[in-house]
């Protein structure tokens, strides 16, 4: 009995019941093909994370005061919940047993940037402040748009950030220094307030929560990576920022330019450097931390693994109950055809050649799924999902394979068993 | 198992065989003792009731069940001791069989159900074929390989059978109640075939309560309740 045979048996088996063997199939298939496809959808949100972050700049750092009362880290564009006090208040809202508040101050920024030029810290090519304003609403001719990210800052800001501008022009350092009510505004909040010709806003004023500026550039569009939009902000002198919508309070964090991706380290230090002696802290007390791209993209990449990982599972599961269903299917198979069995079994069948067809026919069913699976994946993993572009894991393509195959000789080989056990006369017996 | 021994190693050789059902008071007995001897070339009806025991015999001869007791020759080979895979080996290449149903594997094509013992045997393709095709023609179905057994009349379907059964030129060709399913007309047929496979020397054990299928026989035997009762080779003691 030949490899050619038994397949030839099983084949015959299979596509005796052609919508039974289809719909069997149809359970690996979607097992396979949700794998692919949500192991795509996990690695492809990974991949515009990482990318978000890099484009941050690898060379980045942010200074951002570590609280664990208040805020948090902060993104380099100044994101985080921090609380801003007026002078007057900071005081009267010391909790007793603090003797500091942790904050980054703009003495802070000014110290770092005065290293930098001193040659002391050789590292920094750029030191820009942070200040937020929380809650900004832009309101220009009727329309009207809530602002994600208001950031008060210097001109050097823009190179930090890697940010462009592509119409109008960046405020300069004369109108920092002027305190100049002016602005370079992101594509989506001009998009809402003038419609398609973002250039048209350029030269208006616009009222933000009520203080009036004037737009002076349009920044690039740099995308929408994610759930954030990085396009959904405002950039204006930190001067007038906090003369009008923050206040003159702790920063919300600084950012810093290393001269290359690899002075990062030796930025950080220097940093550390300046910071510790101005803070008079050593560096088992800290009150702020030090951060770059590389540090946010490792723990980005941990929660993605995680939700990749999560993702995989649900979609395992589901191929799981796939080979199930092909074991359901493999043992109403060999109960209907037991008297075949047994027939075979009279003729000279041997266990072996029984097993052998029975599980050929699980296999070739499980195999042909997941087949159909590899494909349906791949296709599926073309088009975007949830804003998310899947990115094909390779390994999950062979994994959900080659486990679907897996499934059919696990899943396969107890109603094979139970089909070569039975006794030739009981089998012709059978009705 | 040697060939040349075969002149003088009958085709069945069974003594005080017998097959219990059960255990204690419920025990039935389905055989009760039987000697049967049957030399190669016979052509011999075994005859009887419902319930006589010659479904039995017939399962035991033909290696699908196995006695309780005594001893079974087949062809010189004990059956009793031999394992599973053995068994197998046996009912391939020493027996073939017909039964009432026909039982050909559906949705098979004639040559491929002929082709099937070839195939557990581990013939050859090309060898298979021809000799399948051979059995086909034997049996008057060379114009009818490709159908399937539900395209072909009952009296086709068991002339199929019978091709199957002697493709692999069996020792013993075992038939259970062959025309027990089949219309007057067919059941000529069948018995014309046997009747010719029989001329041709091969051995034939033929189960039936017909006695237009025993007149066919040159040797016809009768069981009831397990025993031999009669056997038209030698006189049996009948009680």
């Known amino acids: 009995m030949n490899v050619g045979e038994v397949l030839r048996f099983a084949w015959q ?7 039974r063997s289809a719909l069997t199939t149809l359970g690996i298939l979607i097992g396979v093909a949700a794998v692919i496809i949500l192991v795509a959808v996990g690695t492809g949100s990974s991949k515009a994370v990482q990318d978000q972050i890099s484009s941050l700049g690898s060379n980045t750092l942010t200074v951002s005061a570590s609280s664990t009362a208040a805020g948090g880290r902060g993104g380099p564009a100044g994101g985080g ?39 002391e810290a050789s590292a920094v090519l750029g030191v820009a402040p942070v200040v937020s304003a929380q809650s900004v609403t832009a309101t220009y001719d009727g329309a009207s748009h809530s602002v994600s990210t208001f950031t008060g800052t210097t001109p050097a800001y823009l190179l930090i950030d890697n940010s462009e501008v592509d119409e109008g022009r960046a405020f300069t350092d004369a109108e920092y220094t002027a305190h100049r009510r002016v602005a370079v505004v992101g594509t989506s909040v001009a998009e809402d307030l003038v419609g398609d010709d973002v250039g048209d806003l350029v030269g208006e004023t616009v009222s933000f929560n009520g203080i009036e500026f004037e737009v002076v550039g349009i920044l690039a569009t740099k995308g929408s990576s994610g759930p954030q939009d990085q396009d959904d902000r405002v950039i204006a002198p930190a001067t007038s920022v906090q003369d009008t919508l923050s206040g003159y309070g702790a920063l919300g964090s600084i950012s810093v330019k290393a001269t290359s991706a690899e002075a990062v380290d030796q930025a950080e230090t220097e940093i550390y450097a300046v910071l510790d002696a101005r803070h008079g802290v050593t560096s088992t007390e800290r009150d702020y931390s030090v951060s770059n791209a590389s540090s946010f993209l490792e723990a980005a990449t941990a929660s993605n693994e995680t939700f990749t990982v999560l993702l995989g599972a649900v979609a395992a599961i589901s191929l799981l109950v796939g080979g199930i269903g092909v074991m359901n299917i493999m043992l109403v198979t060999v109960t209907e055809r037991t008297r075949e069995i047994g027939i075979r079994k009279a003729i000279g069948a041997r266990r072996g050649d029984i097993v052998g067809q029975f599980l050929a026919e699980a296999v070739m069913l499980s195999l042909f799924g997941g ?61 | 198992m040697s ?18 059902y059960g255990e204690g008071e419920t025990a039935v007995h389905a055989l009760a003792g039987v000697d049967l001897v049957i030399e190669r070339g016979e052509y011999v009806a075994v005859m009887g009731a419902s319930g006589s025991g010659k479904s039995t015999l017939m399962n035991i001869v033909g290696c699908l069940d196995t006695g309780s007791s005594g001893r079974y020759l087949l062809d010189g080979v004990d059956v009793r001791r031999l394992v599973d895979s053995q068994l197998s080996w046996v009912r391939n290449r020493k027996i073939g069989f017909v039964f009432q149903s026909f039982n050909l594997v559906p949705r098979t094509s004639a040559l491929r159900n002929v082709e099937l013992p070839l195939a557990y045997a581990g013939v050859p393709k090309d060898e298979r074929r021809t000799r399948a095709l051979a059995a086909l023609d034997r049996v008057g179905l060379a114009d009818r390989v490709d159908h399937q057994p539900s395209e072909l009349s009952g009296g086709q379907q068991q002339r199929v059978a019978v091709a199957r059964a002697i493709v692999t030129d069996p020792v013993l060709l075992l038939a259970d109640e062959p025309t027990g399913a089949l219309d007057s007309r067919s059941t000529r047929d069948v018995l014309a075939l046997f009747d010719e496979l029989a001329a041709e020397g091969r051995t034939l054990l033929v189960i039936t309560h017909e006695d237009e299928v025993a007149a066919h026989a040159r040797r016809t035997i009768r069981m009831n309740d397990g025993v031999v009762v009669s056997d038209s080779a ?6």
């Open chain 1, 81 to 119: 919940g921090f609380a801003f006090f007026g002078a007057g208040d900071t005081t009267t809202s010391q909790n007793a047993t603090q003797t500091r508040q942790p904050e980054v101050t703009m003495a802070d920024a000014e110290a770092i940037a005065a290293a930098a030029e001193s040659g």
């Open chain 1, 13 to 19: 088996g299979v596509t005796a019941n052609k919508p």
């Open chain 2, 234 to 239: 030698r006189t049996v003691g009948v009680a």
């Open chain 2, 3 to 20: 060939l040349h021994r075969a002149a003088h190693v009958p085709a069945i050789d069974i003594r005080a065989v017998t097959k219990t």
């Open chain 1, 371 to 431: 087949a159909m699976g590899v494909l349906v994946g791949l296709v599926g993993s073309r088009f975007e999902i949830v804003g998310v572009q899947p990115v094909v894991a390779a390994y999950s393509v062979g994994l959900a394979f080659g486990v679907s195959v897996l499934i059919g000789l696990v899943f396969g080989l107890y109603p094979a068993n139970r089909a070569a056990a039975l006794r030739p006369i009981d089998a012709l017996r059978y009705e």
